[in-house]
Nanobody, 124 residues
Framework: EVQLVESGGGLVQAGGSLRLSCTASGFTVDDYSIGWFRQAPGKEREAVSLVRSYDGYTYYADSVKGRFTISSDNAKNTLYLQMSSLKPEDTAVYYC?????????????????WGQGTQVTVSS
C-alpha cells in the first residue's frame, strides 16, 4: 500500500518562502500522479501542484503559478513543494496525495492516498 509522510509547514511572513516535503513508498506501478492539495477555512479542497510520473507532466493552479515549484528527488523517494512570495491567502492545510491508477486528474476524490496534512500560515 502506498504511504505518504509529510514534513514542513509552519508560520512565515508574507513575501517569505517555505518548502514542504513528502516521502512516498509502496508504489507498484510506473504510471501514477502525485502532488499537493490545500484546504483553507471555508473553502473546498483544491489541487495546488501535481506531477504525472511517466512523462513528468506538471500542473499548477493559476493562483500559484510563478511562485510555487514542484520537484522530486527520486533517490530519496521524496517530493517537494517550494513556495515563494507567499501571501496570506496561501494559508491552508496542505496535503500530499497520490493516485495510483492510470490517467491524470486534479479532483481530490480521484486520489486514493493522503498524507496527514500540514498547516501553512502566512502572516500579513
Amino acid at each position: 500500500e502506498v504511504q505518504l509522510v509529510e514534513s514542513g509547514g509552519g508560520l512565515v511572513q508574507a513575501g517569505g518562502s517555505l518548502r514542504l516535503s513528502c516521502t512516498a513508498s509502496g508504489f507498484t506501478v510506473d504510471d501514477y500522479s502525485i502532488g499537493w492539495f490545500r484546504q483553507a477555512p471555508g473553502k473546498e479542497r483544491e489541487a495546488v501542484s501535481l506531477v504525472r510520473s511517466y512523462d513528468g507532466y506538471t500542473y499548477y493552479a493559476d493562483s500559484v503559478k510563478g511562485r510555487f515549484t514542484i520537484s522530486s528527488d527520486n533517490a530519496k523517494n521524496t517530493l517537494y513543494l517550494q513556495m515563494s512570495s507567499l501571501k496570506p491567502e496561501d494559508t491552508a492545510v496542505y496535503y500530499c496525495a497520490a493516485h495510483e491508477s492510470g490517467g491524470f486528474t486534479t479532483h481530490p476524490k480521484g486520489y486514493e492516498y493522503w498524507g496527514q496534512g500540514t498547516q501553512v500560515t502566512v502572516s500579513s
